[in-house]
């Protein structure tokens, strides 16, 4: 293979350059591999792998393959930049492309041919081109840049195109990695055998992987990444970083690393799997692992990116890591830790309820939440009703839940719930089941919401919208949810909470002592992070596999709220007036007073008559 000018080293390619790359391509011989993940930083030969497997299934072991991008832009680009050049510069290459506009095949931006096979090209914005292209080896580049479609990741969708080569498949997907909980990337790495490259101390013949953390330089404070604020300051000097060996603390030169990197496979160093290998061999490697890359460069752009407030690039790109954007979100052991045994009776603090739930294709989930002044909130109920919401017997369950949950106060009084919401939202005819079910139940105040984002700095709950339902499409009424929003409330909530020093107050969450461990989870499950790019935006995200039905039916619960509106001072007031009435022995229903105890005195203001407080009848806005 030869590399082509406008690269570091063109020429002839030496593996001694890259030592790193040796087994991944070698993978593509193996008949138990069928699949390579290169979660690898940027400039350290990711891309030249992939070409050199494609080379060999042109040139030496001819097969049809499929080359995918994140754009077509992308695929225009590695078609101009890299393979071209790279076919240009390999005679063995060029003599059995199709010549382009020739007779004996295709030469063009959308196929190469050559003798026992084709090179067919995709991008991940394209549904159609991954659905109209199959073959047995498949190479996706950048795949942490794909867009997300409905049908699935792109990845998956193409690489289940080749199912039907059986044995015969094989699969290498390369990128620098992305957010943590959110790179594609990661997660395939992960689901590999996680292979390291180990490399031996010149000083004490240790055998250790490179670690970011045992670089150091003059002025370096921290240890790690997450601590990158503890480094802001002038006094670095980043000519003298060195490698210090985990194992002696001795410092490798630039020279002695290249040397460790160059001489590790003989010396039995290289790359080492951390799990059993199972058809999947996964690699990670950063900029370190470059023969190419000194030190000091490594820690100038570390530097430069701390100025700017850029450490995700810097942990993305040299480091080969997920960045953890920090942003609004609360952790579910600091609320666990707060929630006590509530009393046999409604806690005095409640003054309005509410039900929240949420819809899922097997299932009801709701929360009963009761609201006090000033946001303060007690969860009083949290439940599943098992059921198909297209059969429809499930809602049955969940009208009767909101018709029988009574809850006692103090003075044997009770209360039920004053307003409930229902999701509306998924696919393949749940909405409809639920709007069939909604019907003719708004004056009962039971509620459809849809979710929607983004929705930074809109109401809550705007204006309802109209959808029709049934045989004669009555209409009913959904109100749009500003999730986003609701959210931010809900975890400022459990945060002020969690930092309060009383139990109790404007914004605390109450939660029952028996409530179990997973809610807490669920509650907490999504963090707003924070985006650059042309448009800095903010949107709330969370890991692949959690759960989060307890937040949406919390953002449910207080969506009802803010349809209708209480006057919780009013209502305070008039449960105040109520319990005064019923110690004077008073009928509230009446205006006239009964003495108690004697006569009331002439020019006894406590004993003057009260004057009944006006009720007027108010709709929801």
Same mark, same amino acid.
């Given at each position: 293979m030869k590399i082509p000018e406008g690269n570091a080293v063109p020429g002839y390619y030496r593996i001694l350059n890259a030592p790193i790359q040796r087994e991944p391509m070698d993978q593509f011989t193996n008949p138990n591999c069928r699949r390579v993940t290169l979660m690898w930083g940027a400039q350290i030969g990711k891309t030249t792998c992939a070409l050199g497997a494609q080379g060999f299934a042109i040139a030496q072991q001819p097969r049809s393959q499929i080359m995918m991008q994140p754009s077509q832009g992308d695929l225009k680009t590695w078609l101009e930049t890299k393979f071209q050049p790279l076919a240009d510069a390999c005679e063995s290459i060029t003599?059995?492309?199709?010549?382009?506009?020739?007779?004996?095949?295709?030469?063009?931006?959308?196929?190469? @041919?050559?003798?026992?096979?084709?090179?067919?090209?995709?991008?991940?914005?394209?549904?159609?081109?991954?659905?109209? *292209?199959?073959?047995?080896?498949?190479?996706?580049?950048?795949?942490?840049?794909?867009?997300?479609?409905?049908?699935?990741?792109?990845?998956?969708?193409?690489?289940? *195109?080749?199912?039907?080569?059986?044995?015969d498949r094989f699969l290498i997907e390369i990128s620098t990695p992305t957010v943590k909980h959110h790179s594609y990337i990661e997660a395939a790495f992960q689901s590999g055998d996680q292979r390291y490259f180990h490399v031996r101390c010149p000083h004490c013949d240790?055998?250790?992987?490179?670690?970011?953390?045992?670089?150091?330089?003059?002025?370096?404070?921290?240890?790690?990444?997450?601590?990158?604020?503890?480094?802001?300051?002038?006094?670095?000097?980043?000519?003298?970083?060195?490698?210090?060996?985990?194992?002696?603390?001795?410092?490798? @030169?630039?020279?002695?690393?290249?040397?460790?990197?160059?001489?590790?496979? *003989?010396?039995?160093?290289?790359?080492?799997?951390? *799990?059993?290998?199972?058809?999947?061999? @996964?690699?990670?490697?950063?900029?370190?692992?470059?023969?190419?890359?000194?030190?000091?460069?490594?820690?100038?752009?570390?530097?430069?990116?701390?100025?700017?407030?850029d450490l995700q690039s810097f942990a993305n790109v040299t480091l080969s890591r997920t960045y953890e954007v920090k942003g609004d979100g609360a952790e579910p052991e600091t609320l666990y830790a707060l929630r006590y045994t509530f009393p046999d009776h409604l806690p005095d603090g409640v003054l309005y309820i509410t039900l929240g739930a949420d819809m899922q294709m097997d299932r009801l989930e709701y929360e009963i939440v009761g609201w006090g002044e000033n946001g303060e909130s007690w969860s009083l109920e949290y439940g599943v009703l098992w059921g198909d919401p297209l059969a429809g017997e499930v809602f049955d369950d969940l009208e009767r839940v909101i018709k029988s949950s009574t809850f006692t106060r103090s003075d044997g009084s009770e209360m039920k719930i004053s307003a409930s919401c229902l999701d509306t939202g998924g696919t393949t005819g749940y909405p409809q089941a639920a709007w069939d079910w909604l019907r003719g139940k708004t004056g009962r105040r039971i509620f459809g919401v849809k979710g929607y984002s983004p929705s930074w700095g809109n109401p809550i709950v705007p204006g309802p919208s109209r959808r029709k339902s049934g045989k004669n499409r009555r209409k009913v009424d959904i109100f749009p949810v500003a999730v986003d929003e609701a959210k931010l409330v809900v975890m400022r909530r459990i945060n002020q909470t969690v930092s309060s020093s009383m139990q109790g107050g404007p914004g605390y969450m109450h939660v029952p002592e028996d409530r179990e461990e997973e809610w807490f989870k669920q509650i907490t499950a999504e963090k707003m992070i924070y985006k650059k790019g042309n448009v800095n935006r903010r949107e709330w995200v969370k890991p692949d596999k959690a759960r989060n039905e307890a937040l949406d039916c919390r953002v449910y619960a207080y969506a009802a709220l803010k349809i209708m509106n209480p006057k919780m001072r009013a209502i305070k007031s008039e449960n105040e007036e109520n319990k005064e009435r019923e110690e004077e022995n008073i009928n509230p229903a009446s205006n006239s007073h009964v003495a108690v105890e004697g006569e009331e005195k002439a020019g006894d203001k406590k004993a003057l008559p009260r004057i009944a407080r006006r009720r007027k009848w108010r709709k929801p806005q």
């Amino acid at each position: 293979m030869k590399i082509p000018e406008g690269n570091a080293v063109p020429g002839y390619y030496r593996i001694l350059n890259a030592p790193i790359q040796r087994e991944p391509m070698d993978q593509f011989t193996n008949p138990n591999c069928r699949r390579v993940t290169l979660m690898w930083g940027a400039q350290i030969g990711k891309t030249t792998c992939a070409l050199g497997a494609q080379g060999f299934a042109i040139a030496q072991q001819p097969r049809s393959q499929i080359m995918m991008q994140p754009s077509q832009g992308d695929l225009k680009t590695w078609l101009e930049t890299k393979f071209q050049p790279l076919a240009d510069a390999c005679e063995s290459i060029t003599r059995l492309l199709a010549k382009p506009r020739g007779r004996e095949g295709v030469n063009n931006q959308s196929m190469k @041919s050559y003798p026992g096979g084709f090179l067919m090209f995709a991008w991940a914005g394209s549904t159609k081109t991954m659905r109209s *292209r199959s073959a047995p080896f498949i190479v996706c580049d950048e795949v942490d840049g794909y867009p997300a479609t409905s049908e699935g990741h792109p990845v998956s969708l193409i690489w289940q *195109r080749s199912a039907t080569f059986g044995d015969d498949r094989f699969l290498i997907e390369i990128s620098t990695p992305t957010v943590k909980h959110h790179s594609y990337i990661e997660a395939a790495f992960q689901s590999g055998d996680q292979r390291y490259f180990h490399v031996r101390c010149p000083h004490c013949d240790a055998l250790q992987v490179l670690n970011w953390s045992n670089v150091t330089w003059t002025g370096r404070k921290s240890s790690d990444l997450a601590d990158a604020e503890l480094d802001a300051h002038d006094d670095h000097d980043p000519d003298s970083a060195a490698y210090m060996c985990e194992e002696c603390g001795g410092l490798w @030169s630039d020279g002695q690393r290249i040397k460790a990197l160059r001489e590790a496979e *003989r010396v039995g160093g290289g790359w080492k799997a951390t *799990r059993p290998f199972k058809g999947h061999a @996964s690699y990670h490697a950063w900029e370190a692992y470059s023969t190419f890359r000194k030190l000091g460069d490594i820690v100038k752009d570390y530097l430069d990116k701390l100025k700017i407030d850029d450490l995700q690039s810097f942990a993305n790109v040299t480091l080969s890591r997920t960045y953890e954007v920090k942003g609004d979100g609360a952790e579910p052991e600091t609320l666990y830790a707060l929630r006590y045994t509530f009393p046999d009776h409604l806690p005095d603090g409640v003054l309005y309820i509410t039900l929240g739930a949420d819809m899922q294709m097997d299932r009801l989930e709701y929360e009963i939440v009761g609201w006090g002044e000033n946001g303060e909130s007690w969860s009083l109920e949290y439940g599943v009703l098992w059921g198909d919401p297209l059969a429809g017997e499930v809602f049955d369950d969940l009208e009767r839940v909101i018709k029988s949950s009574t809850f006692t106060r103090s003075d044997g009084s009770e209360m039920k719930i004053s307003a409930s919401c229902l999701d509306t939202g998924g696919t393949t005819g749940y909405p409809q089941a639920a709007w069939d079910w909604l019907r003719g139940k708004t004056g009962r105040r039971i509620f459809g919401v849809k979710g929607y984002s983004p929705s930074w700095g809109n109401p809550i709950v705007p204006g309802p919208s109209r959808r029709k339902s049934g045989k004669n499409r009555r209409k009913v009424d959904i109100f749009p949810v500003a999730v986003d929003e609701a959210k931010l409330v809900v975890m400022r909530r459990i945060n002020q909470t969690v930092s309060s020093s009383m139990q109790g107050g404007p914004g605390y969450m109450h939660v029952p002592e028996d409530r179990e461990e997973e809610w807490f989870k669920q509650i907490t499950a999504e963090k707003m992070i924070y985006k650059k790019g042309n448009v800095n935006r903010r949107e709330w995200v969370k890991p692949d596999k959690a759960r989060n039905e307890a937040l949406d039916c919390r953002v449910y619960a207080y969506a009802a709220l803010k349809i209708m509106n209480p006057k919780m001072r009013a209502i305070k007031s008039e449960n105040e007036e109520n319990k005064e009435r019923e110690e004077e022995n008073i009928n509230p229903a009446s205006n006239s007073h009964v003495a108690v105890e004697g006569e009331e005195k002439a020019g006894d203001k406590k004993a003057l008559p009260r004057i009944a407080r006006r009720r007027k009848w108010r709709k929801p806005q």
